[in-house]
């Protein structure tokens, strides 16, 4: 089969002809359609990634939407012919989904939302399992709470607005001057960031109570902005990007709590993966209802241009999730 291949950290995307997988037990065997490209996969090929745990030479790309080709021993969820999504490899020892077959651990899929095309659907595993495991599993978003997602336009954030709108939530979301009527289209009250001062956005949306949630895609100064914003007492700041230091005194001060987000944690210990499945199955319910849709970049990718997805990737100036069509 064709598969984009890296030999080296650094080192260029090579696209190349290796052996074509088989179903093993618990396996699912899937002709991969598309690829998703996360701002993680950039950071695994240039080798800025170390937690995860990438083994070389491999096969990048951890989102995939296709068709199942055949089942492994003890699968009965899925069966031949089946469309079905997920993120399923590219980190630790696991194919990646930048080739045209992958055999993956079958508790990790779902069957693809009818409402969404292949593309569509690829976009979307990566950045939906983390923001459900942030705004769901740990802060348990619901109707009343008044949710502030930071960087709304994002590639976790676009799919977090939708989330916590389906949960009843009311939704406010920061984002760049250029992209405040996509988190407006969201259906988020959107902030400026580069205007408007975070003691200001918190008098004028909270009544200087602070948020019940915040959901912060960003990192850096931006968590730490967090754990100032957040109401006293009960709220929650979830981060999916917690690099640098931080003084967690603020939040202290409040009375409030935090959790991290660590989506690649089955992957890479292949313990916690049916709970994966289960968030796609979610996903595709919530999509099938018209609830949650990606936003997509205009331009289509090929494995063969898998270098060009990448360095579009890495440009930050994509309007939407890259996808590369695979088959």
């Known amino acids: 089969m064709r598969a984009v291949v890296l030999q080296e950290f650094g080192s260029p995307l ?10 093993g037990p618990g396996q699912v065997l899937v002709q991969v359609r598309a690829s998703g490209v996360n701002p993680l996969d950039t950071k695994i090929r240039a080798g800025r990634a170390t937690h995860a745990k990438r083994t070389l030479p491999a096969v990048l790309g951890l989102d995939l939407a296709g068709v199942v080709e055949e089942v492994g021993a ?11 999504f997920g993120m399923t490899g590219g980190v630790g020892d696991l194919q990646g989904s930048l080739a045209e077959y992958a055999a993956v651990d ?3 899929l779902a069957r693809k939302p009818a409402a969404l095309s292949l593309r569509e659907a690829a976009a979307l595993p990566l950045v ?15 109707a009343g709470q008044k949710v502030l997602v ?10 977090a607005v939708q989330i916590a709108r389906a949960r009843g939530a009311d939704v406010f979301a920061t984002a760049s001057p250029s992209r405040l009527t996509v988190v407006e289209g969201l259906g988020a009250t959107p ?9 200001d956005y918190v008098t004028k949306h ?3 109570e602070g948020f019940d949630v915040i959901f912060d895609t960003v990192g850096g100064p931006v968590l730490d902005a967090s754990f100032t914003a957040v109401r006293t007492y009960t709220g929650h700041v979830v981060s999916a990007l917690g690099w640098g230091t931080h003084s967690i005194a603020p939040l202290s001060f409040r009375g409030a709590t935090y959790s991290g987000v660590f989506t690649l944690l089955p992957l890479l210990t292949g313990r916690g993966r049916e709970h994966h499945g289960e968030i796609m199955r979610e996903t595709a319910a919530l999509a099938d209802a018209g609830a949650l849709k990606p936003l997509l970049d205009p331009r289509h990718f090929t494995l063969a241009d898998a270098a060009a997805a ?4 890495e440009s930050g100036a994509t309007q939407g999730k890259i996808v590369i069509v695979v088959n």
């Open 74 to 84: 003890g699968v009965s969820d899925f069966v031949p012919g089946d469309e079905v």
């Open 310 to 313: 990448h360095a579009a990737v």
């Open 128 to 142: 939906v399992i983390t923001a459900w495991e942030g705004l769901v599993d740990r802060a348990q978003v619901h």
């Open 14 to 23: 090579v696209l190349c002809e290796i052996e074509k997988p088989k179903a």
């Open 150 to 159: 930071h960087g709304g336009a994002g590639g976790i954030g676009h799919v």
């Open 191 to 199: 902030i400026d960031y580069t205007t408007t001062a975070v003691d």
């Open 106 to 108: 079958a508790r990790l």
């Open 206 to 208: 909270t009544g200087g």
